[in-house]
């Protein structure tokens, strides 16, 4: 048995500082996602989504550690969020208008058959309403600019605001791709104004 890998340690990706805009080049990786839309505050379909999630992501973690000798600890939350106005997570924070995927992070080599066997186990013992909606899937992020945001999620405003409307155009990018937000805190265990969360927004050259 080899030593338990930790990927939120030993990714790059994963660091970031308070108070500073980092540049980073995050590889593709692999994801165990499931979508959903709405109020993360209110809609019931944040709590299904995790419900579903959590048990094939140990379900794989089990298979890893017994059938290949190769443990790892499961990754802390994350989120993909977006809008048709994105000023709709900066200005007026309607989050009824808000798209997003959960998603938790899996090691490359957790391939396709031990996921549908993960996902087979979590059926047979006690199906989660969204079992279903569950996809093993990669994603290429690329260039990206991020920082870490300590405090109550509802406080992400400004730090947003900042990143989108002057870190960003001031380092010569646009934004690309998908608000991204990695949850290294557990809600349910720390203080609001405790919590960390990375503020990740994919970006590219700037045009013109």
Known sequence: MTDKVDLKRSLDAY???????????????????????GDPNTSPAV????????PVAYGMKFASKVELGRDYVVPPLEGLW???????????RDKTRWNWSLMLLTP????RPTFLAAAGRAAARKRPARLDDVRLET?????????????????????????????IPDL????????????????????????????RQPVAPALG
């Open 172 to 199: 010569g990018f646009h934004m690309t791709g998908r608000h991204h937000e990695i949850y290294l805190s557990d809600p349910r265990r720390t203080a609001p104004a405790r919590q960390r969360t990375i503020l």
């Open 139 to 167: 994603l290429a992020e690329g260039r990206c600019v991020q920082t870490l945001h300590v405090g109550s999620f509802d406080d992400e405003a400004e730090v947003l605001a900042h990143l989108h409307d002057v870190v």
């Open 47 to 54: 709590a299904e989504a995790v419900a579903a999630l959590y």
């Open 15 to 37: 660091r970031a500082v308070r108070g500073r805009f980092r540049v980073v080049d995050v590889p593709e990786l692999q994801y165990l996602m499931i979508d959903g839309h």
């Open 82 to 92: 977006w809008a048709e106005d994105m000023r709709s997570f900066t200005a007026a």
């Open 108 to 111: 490359d080599w957790i391939d």
